[in-house]
């Protein structure tokens, strides 16, 4: 079993910035793809920005140039650093990962979310 843990959520006024982390836990042998997706209230959950196992990362155009995704391996731990943010960032982030597991082939793991909230 994989549980993966965000942190870094909050509230911030518009122009400020957050950094969330997420820390895969459990048998892991290995992680292939990290990424942080962000689902608004009634809205669909959509990807935000993702990384792969080498550093390569794809974000989506809303957040290029204000958010950054990175990763620490040896930690099992993947990072979004948001800045410049805005009130319509307003979401909850999840964590998503695909691990292989000593039990386990490849499969996709999700957090449990973390609240952000930007004010105008």
């Known amino acids: 079993q994989v549980q993966l843990g965000e942190s870094g959520g909050g509230l911030v006024q518009a122009g400020g910035s957050l950094r969330l982390s997420c820390t895969a836990s459990?048998?892991?042998?290995?992680?292939?793809?990290m990424g942080w997706y962000r689902q608004a209230p009634g809205k669909q959950r959509d990807l935000d920005a993702k990384?792969?196992?080498?550093?390569?990362?794809n974000y989506a155009n809303s957040v290029k140039g204000r958010f950054t995704i990175s990763r620490d391996n040896a930690k099992n731990t993947v990072y979004l650093q948001m800045n410049s943010l805005k009130p319509e960032d307003t979401a909850v982030y999840y964590c998503n990962a695909y691990v292989r597991t000593i039990d386990y082939p490849i499969r996709g793991y999700w957090g449990k979310g973390t609240q952000v909230t930007v004010s105008s």
């Open positions: 990384i792969t196992s080498g550093g390569s990362t």
């Open positions: 459990g048998n892991i042998r290995s992680i292939n793809d």
